[in-house]
């Protein structure tokens, strides 16, 4: 399934790291991590796939992901001095950890039905921002077995 796709593939060397530069650059981890499933399955990438894609991931990324995201944030340095809002903090990250899973649960359920076949399949060039070198670590790391 997506997410212990995800999960194993964000789990290689320097993955972490590209994905949170990759976020701070503006781009939708979530739908990286879908695209690169997509990708590694055969499935082709079409347009109207793309915007089915986000037409799911945008309002959740901007109305629940974001915002428990700015939070946990924003905590950082209080939290750095305070036990009870340092536990408070803690617990914002890991319903923003259970929102990204929501979210992959919703894109796998949208996209699981899309068949393997012939095409453009690099997802990752059509969901990037721009090519860098975050989106070729996440792809060196879909070419390990």
């Keep these: ?14 993955v972490e790291h590209a994905c949170l530069e990759l976020q701070e650059a503006g781009c939708d981890v979530c739908l990286l991590l879908t695209g690169a499933w997509l990708q590694r399955r055969g499935v082709r990438c ?9 037409d799911v991931a945008v309002p959740w990324q901007r109305d629940v992901v974001s915002p428990l995201r700015q939070l946990r944030r924003d905590w950082r340095g ?12 803690e617990q914002i990250k890991q319903l923003e950890l259970h929102s990204e ?5 919703r894109l796998q359920a949208l996209a699981e039905p899309w068949p393997s076949e012939a095409g453009d399949h690099d997802w990752l060039t059509h969901l990037g921002r721009q ?15």
């Design 131 to 145: 090519d860098s070198a975050a989106l070729h670590v996440l792809r060196g790391a879909m070419a390990q077995p």
């Design 1 to 14: 399934d997506l997410w212990n796709f995800a999960l194993e593939l964000y789990a290689r060397p320097g």
């Design 78 to 89: 209080a939290a750095s001095q305070d036990a009870a809002l340092a536990s408070l903090r």
């Design 46 to 54: 079409l347009d109207e796939r793309l915007r089915a894609l986000r």
């Design 101 to 105: 899973r929501v979210l992959l649960e």
